[in-house]
C-alpha cells in the first residue's frame, strides 16, 4: 500500500448534486487544480446502514443530538408510519465524542422503501427493506477487482459511467533483484490485481485476500455458484465467482520459481505517479525470495486444490503441485528469511512467517491427510501465541488455517480442537462486548491503517462462533459491522466508493485520479479512520484513511458472500 505523500486530486468525483454543480460552477482555467473543502462530519442526525435491512436481520441505527424520546419508521413512497418505536437510553460515545442513542426496529419485516424520522432532526436517507438487499453491493465489491486487473484491458460500467483502462505492465517482470546474475532477463510476470491504490503486486497480501476470497466460496460456494458477474469469463466453465479469483491466482503461481522459493513482491522501485497503469512504463522487478510468501503461496495454493477440483481437475492438480514444491522449500528453510528489499520504497509485507507458515501446514493437510504434516501443525496449534486473534490482517494468516482446521472432517487432536474453539470463542465474545459498548456497534475499538477491513473480518470469528453454538446474537453482531461500513456510522457515509450514500469521493486510488472521470472507481472498501473514529479523510492525499486494497475487499466480499441471497436473483 502506498506510503508516499500523493499529489492532491485535481478531478471532482462523485458527490451530491448541489456540490457537483458548486464545484463545476468555481471550476479553474485549464491546468489549474481544483481545491476542495473538507467536509464537516455532521453534528446531529440518524445514522443508519444506506445499502438497507434484510426482513429477517437486526435492524438498528444511531441517533445523534435526539431530545425526543421515540422514533417512527415512515414509508417514502406513501407517506405513512410503518413503525414507531422508543429511543434507546442517552450514552456517551467516547470514541467520536457524541451523545448517542439506538433505534431498533428489528420487528418490522415488511419490504419498503422507508425514512428513519426523529422530532427536531432532518429524517435519515432513504434505505430499503428487502430480501437480497446485498446482493448488488457484493456484485459491486466483485467488479471491483476485475477493475483491478493487471495486464489486461477493463471495461467497467456502473451507474451509466464507463470506465476504461488498458491493458498495463506487460513487460513484468524483470530479475535483477531476484538474481543478480540474470540481470536484464524478464520472466513472466502478467496478470493479477494491483493490490491497492498503487499498481505494485504483493505476494504475502494477494494470497491472503485470495485465501480470505477462497474461504467464502468454502463456506457458501452454493449460493456463490450463481453469482453473476460483469466480468470477460462470464458464463465460461467456470463459476463466475471463482473465474475472477482465478485471475488472479493464476498470477500467483508465476511468482514460484523452479526450487519452489517464492518472489515477495513484484514492483517497480518506487511508487508511480497518478498516472493510469498503462502510461506506467518504469520497469518493475522481482524482488528476492521470502518465508513469508513462499508460505501464503503454498496454503493458498493448497486451498484452491480443494476448491478447484470439482471443475477443473487439471488446475486442481496444478496448485497442488506449487503447494507442495513451495512446502519443500520451506522444510530445506525452515528458519525465517526475509527478502531484501533494500532497493525498493513500494509496500513492505513484513511480518514474521510463522503464522503463514502454520497457515500453510493446515492448508496442506487438508488437502493431502498427509499424518506428518498433521503432526507438525499440531505442534504449531498451540501455546499463547497462537490464541484467535480477534483483529487480524494479512500478517496473520494462521486464523484462514484455524477456521480450517476446525471445520475438518479429517482425525484431529480433541485437546488442540478444545483449545481452539475455546480461543475463537473468547475472540467472539470479545467482539461482542466492545459492540455492545460502542455507540455504532462497531465490533472493534482500534482504528488504524486499514481498520474498515478489520470490521469486515470480524464476520469470520463471529460466524464460526454462531456454528459453533448456534446463538443467533453472533449473527446479529456481524450485521451490525456491514451497517458501520454502510453509514451507521459518525460521518453517516458509506465507506465503499459507488455504494450508498454519499460514498468515498477522493479515493487514494490512482485510476480514480487520472482517467478523466469525475466519480471514482466503484468497488472498493476505503481505510477508514486512523488514528481515532474522527480521523477519516475523504481525500486522496491521505491514503492512511483513503486508500483502497485488495484484502479490505476480500474481507468485505466475505461479510457480503454471508448475507447474499441467490433466490433473488
Given at each position: 500500500?502506498?506510503?508516499?505523500?500523493?499529489?492532491?486530486?485535481?478531478?471532482?468525483?462523485?458527490?451530491?448534486?448541489?456540490?457537483?454543480?458548486?464545484?463545476?460552477?468555481?471550476?479553474?482555467?485549464?491546468?489549474?487544480?481544483?481545491q476542495f473543502e473538507r467536509q464537516a462530519?455532521?453534528?446531529?442526525?440518524?445514522?443508519?446502514?444506506?445499502?438497507?435491512?434484510?426482513?429477517?436481520?437486526?435492524?438498528?441505527?444511531?441517533?445523534?443530538?435526539?431530545?425526543?424520546?421515540?422514533?417512527?419508521?415512515?414509508?417514502?413512497?406513501?407517506?405513512?408510519?410503518?413503525?414507531?418505536?422508543?429511543?434507546?437510553?442517552?450514552?456517551?460515545?467516547?470514541?467520536?465524542?457524541?451523545?448517542?442513542?439506538?433505534?431498533?426496529?428489528?420487528?418490522?419485516?415488511?419490504?419498503?422503501?422507508?425514512?428513519?424520522?426523529?422530532?427536531?432532526?432532518?429524517?435519515?436517507?432513504?434505505?430499503?427493506?428487502?430480501?437480497?438487499?446485498?446482493?448488488?453491493?457484493?456484485?459491486?465489491?466483485?467488479?471491483?477487482?476485475?477493475?483491478?486487473?493487471?495486464?489486461?484491458?477493463?471495461?467497467?460500467?456502473?451507474?451509466?459511467?464507463?470506465?476504461?483502462?488498458?491493458?498495463?505492465?506487460?513487460?513484468?517482470?524483470?530479475?535483477?533483484?531476484?538474481?543478480?546474475?540474470?540481470?536484464?532477463?524478464?520472466?513472466?510476470?502478467?496478470?493479477?490485481?494491483?493490490?491497492?491504490?498503487?499498481?505494485?503486486?504483493?505476494?504475502?497480501?494477494?494470497?491472503?485476500?485470495?485465501?480470505?476470497?477462497?474461504?467464502?466460496?468454502?463456506?457458501?460456494?452454493?449460493?456463490?455458484?450463481?453469482?453473476?458477474?460483469?466480468?470477460?469469463?462470464?458464463?465460461?466453465?467456470?463459476?463466475?465467482?471463482?473465474?475472477?479469483?482465478?485471475?488472479?491466482?493464476?498470477?500467483?503461481?508465476?511468482?514460484?520459481?523452479?526450487?519452489?522459493?517464492?518472489?515477495?513482491?513484484?514492483?517497480?522501485?518506487?511508487?508511480?505517479?497518478?498516472?493510469?497503469?498503462?502510461?506506467?512504463?518504469?520497469?518493475?522487478?522481482?524482488?528476492?525470495?521470502?518465508?513469508?510468501?513462499?508460505?501464503?503461496?503454498?496454503?493458498?495454493?493448497?486451498?484452491?486444490?480443494?476448491?478447484?477440483?470439482?471443475?477443473?481437475?487439471?488446475?486442481?492438480?496444478?496448485?497442488?503441485?506449487?503447494?507442495?514444491?513451495?512446502?519443500?522449500?520451506?522444510?530445506?528453510?525452515?528458519?525465517?528469511?526475509?527478502?531484501?528489499?533494500?532497493?525498493?520504497?513500494?509496500?513492505?509485507?513484513?511480518?514474521?512467517?510463522?503464522?503463514?507458515?502454520?497457515?500453510?501446514?493446515?492448508?496442506?493437510w487438508e488437502t493431502t491427510g498427509d499424518?506428518?504434516?498433521?503432526?507438525?501443525?499440531?505442534?504449531?496449534?498451540?501455546?499463547?501465541?497462537?490464541?484467535?486473534?480477534?483483529?487480524?490482517?494479512?500478517?496473520?494468516?494462521?486464523?484462514?488455517?484455524?477456521?480450517?482446521?476446525?471445520?475438518?472432517?479429517?482425525?484431529?487432536?480433541?485437546?488442540?480442537?478444545?483449545?481452539?474453539?475455546?480461543?475463537?470463542?473468547?475472540?467472539?465474545?470479545?467482539?461482542?462486548?466492545?459492540?455492545?459498548?460502542?455507540?455504532?456497534?462497531?465490533?472493534?475499538?482500534?482504528?488504524?491503517?486499514?481498520?474498515?477491513?478489520?470490521?469486515?473480518?470480524?464476520?469470520?470469528?463471529?460466524?464460526?462462533?454462531?456454528?459453533?453454538?448456534?446463538?443467533?446474537?453472533?449473527?446479529?453482531?456481524?450485521?451490525?459491522?456491514?451497517?458501520?461500513?454502510?453509514?451507521?456510522?459518525?460521518?453517516?457515509?458509506?465507506?465503499?466508493?459507488?455504494?450508498?450514500?454519499?460514498?468515498?469521493?477522493?479515493?487514494?486510488?490512482?485510476?480514480?485520479?487520472?482517467?478523466?472521470?469525475?466519480?471514482?472507481?466503484?468497488?472498493?472498501?476505503?481505510?477508514?479512520?486512523?488514528?481515532?473514529?474522527?480521523?477519516?479523510?475523504?481525500?486522496?492525499?491521505?491514503?492512511?484513511?483513503?486508500?483502497?486494497?485488495?484484502?479490505?475487499?476480500?474481507?468485505?466480499?466475505?461479510?457480503?458472500?454471508?448475507?447474499?441471497?441467490?433466490?433473488?436473483?
Amino acid at each position: 500500500m502506498t506510503t508516499v505523500e500523493p499529489k492532491r486530486h485535481l478531478l471532482a468525483l462523485a458527490a451530491p448534486a448541489a456540490l457537483v454543480t458548486a464545484l463545476l460552477a468555481a471550476a479553474p482555467a485549464p491546468g489549474q487544480p481544483r481545491q476542495f473543502e473538507r467536509q464537516a462530519r455532521p453534528e446531529t442526525g440518524i445514522r443508519i446502514n444506506t445499502i438497507g435491512y434484510l426482513p429477517g436481520e437486526v435492524k438498528r441505527a444511531t441517533v445523534v443530538g435526539a431530545t425526543a424520546a421515540r422514533f417512527t419508521l415512515v414509508d417514502v413512497t406513501s407517506g405513512e408510519v410503518a413503525f414507531t418505536g422508543t429511543l434507546g437510553e442517552a450514552r456517551h460515545h467516547a470514541d467520536s465524542q457524541e451523545e448517542v442513542r439506538t433505534a431498533d426496529f428489528t420487528e418490522h419485516r415488511e419490504a419498503g422503501e422507508y425514512a428513519l424520522r426523529v422530532e427536531g432532526l432532518p429524517d435519515s436517507a432513504p434505505f430499503r427493506i428487502a430480501p437480497g438487499v446485498y446482493n448488488e453491493s457484493l456484485r459491486l465489491i466483485m467488479a471491483g477487482f476485475y477493475g483491478q486487473r493487471c495486464g489486461v484491458p477493463v471495461k467497467l460500467e456502473h451507474d451509466g459511467i464507463t470506465y476504461e483502462k488498458k491493458a498495463c505492465h506487460l513487460k513484468d517482470g524483470y530479475l535483477d533483484h531476484y538474481d543478480p546474475t540474470r540481470a536484464g532477463e524478464r520472466k513472466d510476470g502478467t496478470g493479477g490485481w494491483h493490490d491497492a491504490g498503487d499498481y505494485g503486486k504483493y505476494v504475502v497480501n494477494a494470497a491472503f485476500a485470495t485465501g480470505i476470497m477462497l474461504k467464502a466460496w468454502e463456506h457458501y460456494g452454493e449460493a456463490l455458484a450463481r453469482l453473476e458477474l460483469p466480468i470477460p469469463e462470464a458464463d465460461g466453465p467456470l463459476p463466475d465467482y471463482l473465474a475472477e479469483v482465478k485471475f488472479n491466482l493464476d498470477w500467483l503461481l508465476k511468482m514460484q520459481f523452479p526450487d519452489g522459493r517464492v518472489s515477495h513482491k513484484l514492483t517497480r522501485t518506487n511508487f508511480s505517479p497518478m498516472v493510469m497503469p498503462s502510461a506506467d512504463e518504469e520497469k518493475r522487478y522481482y524482488v528476492s525470495w521470502g518465508t513469508e510468501a513462499t508460505a501464503g503461496l503454498a496454503a493458498v495454493t493448497a486451498q484452491a486444490a480443494r476448491v478447484f477440483e470439482p471443475f477443473d481437475a487439471e488446475y486442481a492438480a496444478r496448485n497442488r503441485e506449487v503447494a507442495e514444491l513451495a512446502m519443500e522449500a520451506l522444510r530445506e528453510r525452515w528458519q525465517e528469511v526475509s527478502p531484501d528489499q533494500s532497493a525498493f520504497r513500494t509496500g513492505g509485507y513484513l511480518k514474521p512467517a510463522r503464522s503463514d507458515r502454520t497457515w500453510a501446514l493446515v492448508e496442506m493437510w487438508e488437502t493431502t491427510g498427509d499424518e506428518r504434516t498433521r503432526g507438525w501443525l499440531e505442534r504449531f496449534l498451540t501455546g499463547d501465541n497462537y490464541l484467535v486473534d480477534v483483529d487480524w490482517d494479512w500478517g496473520e494468516g494462521k486464523n484462514l488455517g484455524i477456521y480450517t482446521y476446525l471445520q475438518s472432517a479429517r482425525e484431529r487432536s480433541p485437546a488442540v480442537v478444545e483449545g481452539l474453539e475455546e480461543d475463537l470463542m473468547a475472540a467472539a465474545d470479545r467482539i461482542v462486548r466492545t459492540h455492545d459498548r460502542h455507540g455504532y456497534g462497531r465490533g472493534l475499538r482500534s482504528y488504524y491503517w486499514g481498520a474498515n477491513g478489520g470490521v469486515a473480518r470480524t464476520f469470520l470469528n463471529l460466524l464460526m462462533a454462531e456454528r459453533l453454538t448456534g446463538e443467533r446474537r453472533y449473527r446479529d453482531v456481524a450485521i451490525d459491522q456491514l451497517a458501520y461500513l454502510y453509514g451507521r456510522n459518525p460521518y453517516a457515509r458509506s465507506f465503499v466508493t459507488g455504494d450508498g450514500h454519499h460514498p468515498p469521493m477522493f479515493p487514494h486510488h490512482r485510476p480514480s485520479v487520472a482517467d478523466g472521470i469525475e466519480a471514482p472507481w466503484p468497488g472498493h472498501l476505503v481505510g477508514g479512520a486512523n488514528p481515532t473514529e474522527l480521523d477519516w479523510h475523504d481525500e486522496t492525499e491521505d491514503p492512511r484513511t483513503n486508500e483502497n486494497a485488495i484484502n479490505w475487499d476480500a474481507s468485505l466480499v466475505y461479510a457480503l458472500a454471508a448475507v447474499y441471497d441467490p433466490a433473488v436473483e
